[in-house]
């Protein structure tokens, strides 16, 4: 698994770098982004969290606009950011910016056209992390975060795999998928109509079926535009009772679902991670 | 003089708005974008460091990237970001991205077909600062700093205007516009071919000049591809020896020329001008 530098550029002492490389899961070329706080060497390696962006974003947006790594740096984590859904010319796409490229909604589609490229679930689960600690001086010791449809990325993938990470934290998640438009249009397109098969990809239903080991936080704004008709955070909150998990959620007064709110609390979420990465 | 927001969004507590007015000076409608920390009233109003962007920016670029809210909500300073020039569609402009819109060098054209609309030197000594003081709970207390261009133009400004400005600094700034491509061809078409007319404008032959009685705190990365042909930090040092003013310049090892350099030490930059602002 070889790796292509795209950029590269210092930043609060450590570095911020671009890799492209070819995608076995994804069958397509893909593109990450990383952060090495200045402490990273082969001798003392660092633990690493992983950041799932939202709708129409790319590796970049997180990178340039969360104001993250000054934290990061002072508490000596490294950021992995990829990109949200496969790439390319023969990628399948749709015209809608919540459906296709730059909405690949962290799931194994199983349904034409998207079954052939949108596997990002086994890319963030398997194939980016074995690429990561093959390539940087990075531990095995992880955590997840996310915004938006990121968030339900962070939630789901840290839920189904509690084993392979420490902590799990999200920006103004989609929480329930299956009862929002956003998540039935995207189900239905990559996983079919069978409701069935949604289930293992709603971090509501998950974690209303089985108990959450994971420490995990979500923070969420009260002015987000899309907060009743499609991110629905309290029935995650009813989900933890029923499960008996614990979730912090923090309603954020006044705060919308934009990156100024993102840069906002970035910090804090570093250092719960922090927490339980170095544990 | 009225204006129309945009935009607003809360941020570290406060407040990033952006708003459209028609501008006298520039003869068109511009846009501006502000941050008000959270403890900005009325009844304390807080002091203004301005921000000015480089070539190609809008006033989007600081706010969206340098992660700059945080340390101005805790020193309680308001921060404005003006555009780079006039817009509209009667505003000339070039096929470069270093002449025309996105490119107003921060000075007042007298050329043909220039003058009639860029005159950003204006704008942003008289014009902006009025209308800033008259909306928003602010003081007349300020400082200036920018990037690259915006570097450039907040030395310049600053040195020509040492009784409106407490403090100075920039990121990678112009510092000799006269004796660099980027300064040459915008100062030519500008300002016309006789180089008196440039001087004014060149923080090295300003500085040179006349003393200096603001701190100025400049930083440059030295792994900046612009450095030894545009930028040319080593003649602003120059100057200041001949004036015997007071300048700190930092070059910083294995930082470029993006804002992953200006969020690195964004913080130092807001903490250096509130000892003045407040002083």
């Known amino acids: 698994m070889s790796l292509e530098v795209i950029s590269k550029a210092k930043v609060c002492g450590g570095w911020h770098k671009q890799y492209s490389h070819k995608s076995i899961s994804?069958?397509?070329?893909?593109?990450?982004?990383?952060?090495?706080?200045?402490?990273?060497?082969?001798?003392?390696?660092v633990p690493v969290l992983y950041w799932l962006s939202g709708l129409t974003c790319t590796d970049e947006n997180f990178m340039q606009k969360a104001g993250a790594f000054k934290k990061a740096a002072e508490l000596g984590i490294a950021?992995?950011?990829?990109?949200?859904?496969?790439?390319?010319?023969?990628?399948?796409?749709?015209?809608?910016?919540?459906?296709?490229?730059?909405?690949?909604?962290?799931?194994?589609?199983?349904?034409?056209?998207?079954?052939?490229?949108?596997?990002?679930?086994?890319?963030?689960v398997k194939e980016l992390p074995a690429l990561v600690e093959q390539h940087f001086?990075?531990?095995?010791?992880?955590?997840?975060?996310g915004h938006s449809m990121g968030g339900h990325g962070a939630l789901t993938i840290g839920l189904k795999n509690q084993e392979q990470y420490r902590s799990i934290s999200?920006?103004?998640?989609?929480?329930?998928?299956?009862?929002?438009?956003?998540?039935?249009?995207?189900?239905?397109?990559?996983?079919?109509?069978?409701?069935?098969?949604?289930r293992e990809y709603d971090a509501s239903e998950l974690l209303a079926s089985a108990q959450s080991r994971l420490p995990i936080l979500?923070?969420?704004?009260?002015?987000?535009?899309?907060?009743?008709?499609?991110?629905?955070?309290?029935?995650?909150?009813?989900?933890?009772?029923?499960?008996?998990?614990?979730?912090?959620?923090r309603m954020q007064a006044g705060?919308?679902?934009?990156?100024?709110?993102i840069q906002s609390f970035i910090d804090e979420h570093i250092a719960f991670h922090s927490k339980y990465l170095k544990a």
Chains 1, 2 share one sequence.
């Open 218 to 249: 979500v923070d969420q704004g009260d002015a987000d535009n899309f907060l009743q008709e499609q991110l629905k955070p309290e029935n995650l909150i009813t989900a933890a009772k029923q499960s008996d998990s614990e979730i912090e959620l």
């Open 26 to 45: 994804l069958n397509c070329d893909m593109r990450f982004a990383l952060f090495l706080p200045p402490n990273a060497s082969a001798e003392s390696p």
């Open 255 to 261: 705060y919308d679902h934009s990156y100024f709110f």
């Open 79 to 124: 950021i992995v950011a990829p990109d949200t859904s496969p790439r390319g010319d023969d990628v399948a796409d749709d015209e809608g910016y919540d459906l296709g490229k730059g909405a690949g909604f962290y799931l194994n589609a199983t349904q034409t056209p998207w079954a052939s490229h949108y596997k990002m679930y086994d890319y963030i």
């Open 170 to 198: 999200a920006f103004s998640p989609i929480t329930n998928p299956m009862n929002c438009p956003w998540g039935q249009k995207a189900f239905t397109q990559y996983l079919g109509s069978n409701k069935e098969f949604w």
């Open 137 to 145: 001086p990075v531990t095995q010791t992880k955590s997840i975060s």
